[in-house]
């Protein structure tokens, strides 16, 4: 069973820890990660998870996700988490997240990252995944409408694929 740091509404590190699936205490945060894969023609590495995971079976994701677990850093949890999930091994030692999205219990840091990796040399599939595929924008979004990949908001998608980029608010493409 995995155990998390809880942190507090301001993303402090406390010294307490749960356990997953343990109901969350008032105040109580908790850190998550995805990292999504772009290939050079702008589409994003997506996963179709396993029919026994216990939550979202059989649904298509984003590159990858999950907890980061006790005492992992969220550069460490989304290394370990892409090794795990897809066994593909990153170095984020040097990178911040691209996006934070805040949830009801917790933090979500989004590493947006290009690639020329090769999908035919992962060791596919894994406990986690079924199988990956590289799909747009346009794909993703009608697979959510479909009902085939899990439910985030569409502007969400739409989001990733345009900060893939560049961090921050404002389009560093443009002026410059």
């Given amino acids: 069973m995995e155990t998390w740091d809880i942190y507090d509404k301001n993303r402090n590190l406390t010294v307490k820890q749960m356990k997953r699936g343990d109901t969350f205490e008032q105040g109580a945060y908790h850190l998550v990660i995805h990292v999504c894969l772009f290939n050079q023609l702008g589409e994003m590495l997506i996963q179709q998870r396993q029919p026994d995971k ?5 649904m298509w994701d984003i590159t990858v996700g999950g907890s980061a677990i006790a005492g992992e850093t969220s550069q460490q949890a989304a290394e370990r988490e892409v090794k795990e999930e897809i066994g593909y091994t990153l170095n984020l ?8 999205v805040n949830f009801e219990y917790g933090f979500d840091d989004y590493y947006l990252l290009e690639t020329d990796l090769n999908i035919a040399n992962l060791p596919l599939p894994t406990e986690e995944v079924k199988q990956v595929k590289w ?3 346009d794909d993703i ?3 959510i409408s479909e009902g085939l990949f899990i439910p985030y908001h569409e502007q969400l998608i739409a989001l990733l ?6 961090m921050g608010a ?5 002026g410059q």
Wanted: hydrophobic content about 25%; charged content about 35%.
């Fill in 93 to 100: 030692r040097n990178r911040r997240p691209s996006l934070t």
């Fill in 135 to 137: 799909a747009s924008k």
């Fill in 54 to 58: 216990e939550d979202w079976k059989n």
């Fill in 170 to 174: 404002h389009n560093q493409r443009i």
């Fill in 161 to 166: 694929f345009d900060m893939r980029y560049n």
């Fill in 141 to 143: 979004i009608n697979m």
